[in-house]
């Protein structure tokens, strides 16, 4: 019995990739592309596998594998890089692929990167070795927007900056960290009544109203005054990536990065972590406030090992509404 | 060169067995384990739901207060509580061997899977609190190494800048001060809090300015094998396995994180019943044709970070590009 089935399932593509989790380590991972299967000369993969490392020479690259292209016949060939699968196994979660380049950030409010990508809607990329903008170089920003040749990053109001970036490298890692509640990079803090704070991903990923978090601003960013306090959540913003926290800044000292020539020796980052929450069940109103199980407590936030799929036409996730069945599988040798 | 015909030895007369089993296996590599110190222990009970509560009451406020003789009472005030919750997590292991091995392997098969079972519990446990610090922590980059990097390598200055941190946030200091003895190139150690390092990190650590090596503490009585050094009032331990990413700094090179921290500010909880389980599956169970036997371990944990005020660090780079 040399392959036993681990695990399987189906799914209906968005067009994005997609994280498989596997509840064992895989050794051989395969995809069909149920819908593009029937249709007549579609031109796209209807068929990848990937072999793990226990293939020795044959084991699959990362973001590669083995792919079927579908059109007046069956077309057999490698993928593209980084078109493929990505088998993630270990924390930190970088997920393995080579530096890709860009060509441009914008200091535009918000930020816009100009980089030719397979990268799909919400993935989470370190941005670095920058020229220009370096004080956000080694930052991870949540993508949106994405088109091949780049894409916004809502989390970066790049305006107040003296200068784009002309240059530098990004890298796609886990849109979760091992743990959550997770910590979280601060790019803009107001001065206000209730502080508006705005970090570089999506924070309704990780926190809800009645959560507390505690803050770690450096002196080069400005308002110092609000290092080592903790607010309350009261409010959130998938749009803007914000929360509004029960801290009054409005005679703190204005947040602003330090310029890019102050780095290396500026200190960076401004960031939140999770400093539990302050419930409350009114007896009164029967109204139980600031409490969600699926985002306060500590867990584990990105389950691993995991298989990720890139997605679109020529990946094995497919494109947009295409059905897609899988299967992972577990090689009894050794 | 002339030869005696005739005699027997182990060209013509090899022996039987082509090998034997030395008397004592070979250590297996184990990292240290050094995540769960000093972060506190706490039970969960059975039956009462997955996720645990640990909850904390907040000071009082001390501004004003003074009675001003008037008989008008002072505003009272609402106690805030903060909860901590922790949800918790089952992890395994199991390992399937046929009777073969049984039957011909030289000593105690199942004994010595039992012995690597227990060990990967360990690491295990080890590895989920290692990323709950690099999870759920916010981290200073250090600035002051020369290394031209963002984070820099580690410095006195970073040192002294979480000392800071965690003093101005009153946390209290972990381990207990080591009183300088006559010993010549010794030093006292003052009470100190915990810092957790990757191994990669030793070179830098001895080039901080004012480091105290382990082997100049006055004593080395009940100091642990992971510890390395001193460093103002932090006490370095280091793993292999200790936190880092790679490729993320400002040029490209790997981060490493280090989590500072002082009494209460993590914590493990563990499942009564369930801390430690290791367990057998005899061969009529597990294979139709009582083939396979398996071993298993299993183990349930929560984990939390219980004070942000309590605990701080730094994300550094190592002098030589790694």
Redesign the interface.
Known sequence: MPFTILTGGSFTSTGAGVKINLPSSADYFKTWNITQLTATNPNTVVHGEWFGSLFGSGATAQGGGIKTVKTTGMLESAFAANTGFTYVTV??L?EAQA?NAITAITNASPAVVTQTNTYSENDVV?L???TGM?QI??M?FQLSSVSGSGYTLIGLRAAGFATAATGG?T?R?STF???????LYITEITQATQAVVRTSVDPTNHYVVGM?I???V?QSLGMIQMN?L?GKIVAVSSANYTVTVDIDSTNFTAFAFPASTA???????A?????????QFNPVTLVQTGYD?QK??????QFTPYMFLAGGAQSPAGAASDVINWMAYKLETS | MSFQSGITNIQNMAPELPVQASEDLLSTPMFNLIHSFGVDLHHAESYVGKTTRMSRFERLSTDGGQLDGSGIDPAPEVPVRTDIDATMEIYAKTIVTNEQVVLWENSKTLTKFTALLGQWLREKEDLLMRDLFSSSVSYINATGGLNGDQPSSISLNDVNNIERILLNNDARSMLTSLEATLKFATGGVRDAFIALANTNLTADLQRVQGVLLKSAYPTQEGIRPEEYCSISRFRFFVSSKGAKTPGVSMLGNTVYTIPMYGLEAAAKIEQNNYTAVIGYRPPWVVSAVAQNSQLYAKFAIARAITNQNWISGLNVTTFTPS
């Open positions: 924390n930190p970088v530096p370190y670095y070795n920058t370096l170089a080694g991870p490298f890298r890692v960290n091992a743990v959550e509640p997770e910590f507390k505690h803050f770690s450096p080592g903790t780095s290396p020796t500026a200190q960076l980052f960031t939140y972590a999770p400093a539990g929450a302050s419930t199980f306060q407590p500590f867990r584990t936030g």
